[in-house]
Each structure stands twice: as structure tokens, then as C-alpha cells.
């Protein structure tokens, strides 16, 4: 409140002034830096698992339920 005072409007603006330096701090990655397909970026990760996605995603859900 230092900052902006108590004045009418002067949260928004400390608001707004927040998300800004937010969004400075956490940048998104250019588009340079993004592989072109994202199956590609991914793929492998999940190579050692022995049971098929319905399978996974079952168990995840049985997990977020704990």
C-alpha cells in the first residue's frame, strides 16, 4: 500500500502491477526452444512401464482418489 496508496482504484493497480512482474519473471519459452512435434519431445518416457495407458490411467485415478 506504500507503494500505491488508498486511493480509489490503487488495488487494481497493485494488482496489475503483480501480474506484471510475474509474467516478466516466468517467461514462456520462445518458440525457437519448442521441438516442432510434441509427441516426438516425448516420446520414450514412458518405454519401461509394462502395462498399457487404460491400465495407467486407472491407477492414476485410483491414486488423485487417495
Do not use: C, R
Not at 519459452?29 to 512435434?37: Q, T, Y
Amino acid at each position: 500500500m506504500k507503494v500505491f496508496g488508498y486511493s480509489k482504484g490503487s488495488l487494481s493497480q497493485a494488482a496489475e502491477s503483480a501480474i506484471t512482474n510475474w509474467l516478466e519473471a516466468n517467461e514462456m519459452p520462445d518458440e525457437e526452444d519448442v521441438e516442432e512435434d510434441p509427441i516426438e519431445a516425448i516420446e520414450g518416457l514412458l518405454e519401461d512401464l509394462d502395462i498399457d495407458s487404460v491400465e495407467l490411467q486407472h491407477n492414476l485415478s485410483k491414486f488423485w482418489l487417495q
